[in-house]
């Protein structure tokens, strides 16, 4: 009976199998077979969704309405006995659990390795749970789910062809899955779910739902969506669908390589800079970056080469130097470049104009636009951010230039003596240029315009130059060049609630048009401090954001302010209730961009997923995020930006005339002197493999080869003396050597910035490098090394170069060329000198077992070197040639009272200046000052010695060595 069972079973199985085939065979003669045709599977082998017969029917209408043929089997051995290549796209509609047996499975991959199109709806990610091949094709596999409900589903993707139609907000009802895994690494999110918006979801801040990547050959796009039968009558989602079937059969493009990492690449345009403040790109290509101790650099792309366009002289205390710099917007006519700097002297703070010739800037041309008045005598803020509108105005931040510390609560001292303690003088006030953005309208002669529309029209009491208000630290800001709003970052307080009011909230903020936005009044999202007598230290009531007074004895402007208006984003350093995306830890928020894809857009431009997209980061954090908003700017959903690219505390971002984001790279350390500091250039690369860029047209003739035979790489010098060179050429392809054609130029740098001082022509001659820096005679560098770049050109364009770098006799011990289990420190913000006040005192930190290499070094000019040093633990430093022969070595001894201390002799600083005013020195640290030892070592180093190595040997655990500079006596 059993046998007969079994029997009748199988021939059921044939009968089916047989029917099957014959539904869907190959070989039938095709009447219309429209554009293409496509496959609906449906087996389920667990839970079966009663919405599965409209799905099918649905995409049958969908074949109907556009063209394409539908075949549709719910048989598990359809897949091993079919043709798959004649489809399109395999749509999995709802499809349960194991569904296809090893055969089938093959096929199946073999279909996708092949170019197929895979379409998952809903439960697709709930079916073959063995198959580690299907997770990474369908993208992740469900974990569970609440009851039907009600959501907001966030459109992040508002181009691909399946979400374009889709409101960005989009309240849907359906089952809403629950991820094993969040897949936004691997693929394209085209729409997240709001998980405030309902009960009962698990992922996070970050809940994808519909998706789509190019895998293994093929194209696979996936909608958490179609769980109920109603959905399926609802034409977003009938569009939602067709859109996913269209792509995944290659009928219409869309992009899914957009919020790939994978899909990009980081061009380091710039690796050797110090404390990278802004930058600017012009039309032309070329990169200005400034560095907070006054050099601004130019990246060009013709010669793909960093040199040093200019240097100013700027005031380093606390948070002062360098801090901002922008283009006109007609540069590439007038060649006006802005910068916002504190002057070396101490005046006022400065939004100049200079003019920029070739690659270098005539640092005569200077034209003082604006003065901010500030106080030098406490921390902090200063903000310096610059930027240009579509209509020419030109935007400035400024920081509140408050002391923040021992006020708990916003910093309103009105106590007599502690002004510099009360915001409400700057921040708070109306005629302050301090704690604002600033807009003004550049004019030709150096002077500037009020455009209409800043907050105050101008009087004795309110500054018409004033934009926005009520700010503490807006650092760095953008501007979206279709609708003019205006973006910063403003660094918070970060106090705890507290009896004087909330929390000191940080800020990405949000300006359609002129306002207040509330520091040191309200924080957050308006919330209120208290009014706070330091006096009494009665606590008073809290501030009105609808109608807030400044009635600060320190305040010189009106005493009725503007409303407060609230951030746009707000968070500290725990976890946001509001914005959960932005995580915890620290904080410093920055603002912007806005992309907007340039009419001369590059082939590494942005895609146009990003369009009108604002991007955010975090220099504490180092993050990136990219923030989905509606019409009028409120923010729907906050992602990461490329989810596994790395950007090491990102300090300024801009889109470049090409469409590009450039991104200059702080690095490490917070106080900065990072080696791994750069600026990068990041390039969109999709699923192109050809070169990005054509190259510039090169010459076949072979390039002359020139030698220079001396100075040798790694020589000394000595300033002011001239000494001798020699270079030779070869490999000229015709005539004779033109001694005209032969160009030696000498540079003088400092640190990793180098700027050209002469040019010689000839092979022979005499140079030498001057004690005066070029620009600036009343500055010179004590630590500064020289270059020799010699460079013959043909008549046919080849040119062929040779470079030797010499060294100072003095030099720094932070400039090195690599290090081992050591750091650059910065003592806080102190000078290095009673005599060089405005600069920091910068050494080298060394454990157990650290090296220290310097690079190159001819040691056979040398006799002796000595150090400055201070030990912290005992051990032994040792001194190698290039790692290997021994040249001296130091005992470290701790012993209190055997160095020389700084207040009694004056060393050398990274950069000298020239002061003849008695210097107010009351407030230094000297412990960064004291028990400093010198000593001087002989060494007998030969011709082959080209480097030094300084290894330290200690048991000590934690710092045991710090260096502070090196002098090496010469022969």
Request: glycine letters at 8%.
């Amino acid at each position: 009976m059993h046998r007969i069972y079994f029997a009748l079973a199988f021939l059921l199985i044939l009968t089916s199998c047989s029917t099957s085939q014959s539904n869907f065979s190959t070989q039938q003669e095709p009447i219309d077979e429209g554009r293409y045709r496509v496959l609906v599977y449906s087996h389920t082998a667990g839970f079966r969704h009663d919405s599965i017969e409209e799905g099918v029917a649905l995409v049958k209408t969908l074949g109907e309405e556009h063209d394409f043929k539908v075949d549709a089997t719910e048989d598990s051995l359809y897949f091993a006995s079919n043709d798959l290549s004649q489809y399109a796209a395999v749509i999995f509609m709802n499809t349960n659990r194991n569904v296809l047996d090893e055969a089938g499975q093959a096929a199946f991959k073999q279909y996708i390795q092949q170019g197929g199109g895979f379409v998952g709806v809903h439960s697709a990610a709930a079916t073959e749970y063995d198959w580690e091949w299907y997770r990474q094709l369908v993208g992740a596999y469900f974990d569970d789910h609440p009851i039907p409900q009600e959501a907001q589903v966030i459109v992040t993707d508002n181009v691909h062809p399946s979400t374009a139609h889709l409101p960005k907000q989009w309240t849907h009802f359906d089952e809403w899955y629950n991820y094993r895994t969040n897949p936004r690494e691997h693929v394209h999110v085209l729409a997240t779910l709001k998980e405030s918006s309902y009960e009962g979801g698990t992922m996070g801040h970050d809940h994808p739902i519909a998706w789509a990547h190019e895998f293994d050959g093929g194209r696979s796009w996936y909608t958490g969506l179609g769980h109920t039968i109603e959905v399926y009558s609802d034409p977003l989602f009938q569009q939602h669908l067709l859109g996913g079937i269209e792509w995944a059969a290659g009928e219409v493009e869309g992009d899914v390589q957009a919020t790939r990492a994978s899909a990009y690449k980081k061009k380091v345009l710039m690796d050797a800079v110090t404390d990278p403040m802004e930058l600017a790109i012009a039309e032309d290509g070329r990169v200005f970056l400034a560095e907070r101790a006054g050099a601004i650099k130019v990246w060009d792309p013709k010669t793909q080469k960093t040199t040093l366009a200019g240097w100013i002289p700027v005031y380093m205390i606390i948070e002062d130097g360098l801090l901002g710099i922008t283009l006109d917007p007609n540069f590439s006519e007038n060649n006006w470049m802005y910068v916002f700097y504190a002057p070396e002297s101490g005046d006022p703070s400065r939004l100049s104009r200079f003019t920029v010739e070739g690659n270098s800037i005539d640092m005569q041309s200077e034209k003082v636009i604006l003065e901010v008045p500030v106080q030098r005598k406490e921390c902090c803020h200063a903000g310096g951010s610059l930027a240009f509108d579509s209509e020419g105005n030109l935007y400035l931040s400024t920081g509140d230039n408050t002391n923040p510390y021992d006020r708990e609560g916003s910093p309103i001292d009105e106590r007599p003596g502690y002004h510099r303690s009360d915001a409400q003088r700057s921040s708070g006030s109306t005629n302050d240029l301090r704690g604002k953005i600033l807009r003004i309208h550049p004019e030709p002669d150096g002077s500037y315009s009020i455009p209409e529309g800043n907050l105050f029209a101008g009087d004795s009491l309110h500054r018409p130059e004033i934009y926005t208000m009520g700010h503490r630290n807006p650092f760095r800001i953008a501007i979206d060049s279709k609708t003019g709003w205006l973006y910063w970052g403003d660094v918070g307080h970060g106090d705890a609630p507290n009896d004087r009011g909330g929390w000191g909230w940080d800020e990405f903020n949000l300006a359609k048009g002129p306002g207040n936005f509330g520091w040191p009044y309200f924080t957050g999202n308006n919330q209120p401090y208290n009014d706070y007598n330091y006096e009494s230290q009665e606590i008073g009531e809290p501030f009105d954001p609808s109608a807030p007074i400044n009635d600060s004895p320190n305040n010189r402007g009106a005493q009725e302010l503007p409303p407060a208006q609230p951030a746009w984003i707000f968070y500290t350093y725990g976890n946001s209730e509001e914005f959960p995306e932005l995580g915890a830890g620290g904080v410093n928020p920055m603002a912007g961009p806005v992309y907007r894809k340039p009419e001369n857009a590059a082939p590494y431009a942005l895609p146009e997923y990003y369009e009108g997209m604002p991007i955010i980061y975090e220099w504490m954090r180092n993050w990136v995020m990219e923030v989905e908003t509606d019409e009028d700017g409120k923010a729907l959903e906050i992602s990461p930006f490329l989810s596994g690219m790395e950007f090491v505390r990102p300090v300024d971002m801009e889109i470049g005339p090409d469409g590009a984001l450039y991104v200059a790279e702080w690095g490490d350390a917070f106080w900065g002197s990072n080696e791994n500091a750069q600026v990068v250039r990041v390039e969109y690369r999709g699923n192109r493999d050809a070169p990005l860029m054509a190259m510039e047209p090169v010459s076949n003739e072979a390039a002359p080869n020139v030698h220079i035979y001396s100075p040798k790489e790694g020589d000394f010098f000595v300033f002011d003396e001239k000494q001798p060179f020699t270079v030779s050429v070869s490999n000229i392809a015709e005539g004779p050597l033109m001694t005209e054609n032969l160009e030696v130029t000498t540079y003088s740098g400092f640190d990793t910035h180098k700027l050209p001082l002469e040019t010689l022509q000839g092979g022979a001659g005499l140079f030498s490098v001057s004690n005066a820096y070029a620009h600036t005679p009343e500055i010179y560098m004590m630590d500064r090394f020289a270059e020799l770049e010699a460079c013959y050109s043909t008549e046919t364009g080849a040119i062929g170069c040779s470079h030797v770098k010499l060294q100072p006799t003095h030099k720094e011990a932070e400039h090195t060329v690599g290090y081992h289990n050591a750091r650059r420190f910065t003592h806080g913000t102190h000078p290095a000198s009673e005599m060089y006040p405005t600069t920091a005192l910068i050494t080298m930190q060394l454990r157990a077992d650290a090296r220290l290499l310097y690079s190159p070094l001819r040691l056979n000019q040398v006799e002796s070197i000595t150090l400055r040093y201070k030990p912290h633990a005992n051990g032994t430093l040792v001194l190698y040639s290039d790692k290997v022969r021994k040249l001296a070595s130091l005992e470290l001894e701790t012993t209190e009272g055997a160095s020389v201390s700084q207040v009694e002799q004056i060393v050398a600083a990274d950069l000298a200046v020239s002061h003849d005013e008695a210097l107010d020195i009351s407030n230094l640290d000297r412990s960064a000052y004291e028990n400093w030892a010198e000593i001087t070592l002989p060494i007998n180093a030969t011709e082959k010695d080209g480097g030094l190595t300084l290894v330290v040997k200690s048991e000590a655990e934690g710092m045991v060595f710090e260096l502070d500079w090196l002098r090496f006596n010469l022969k």
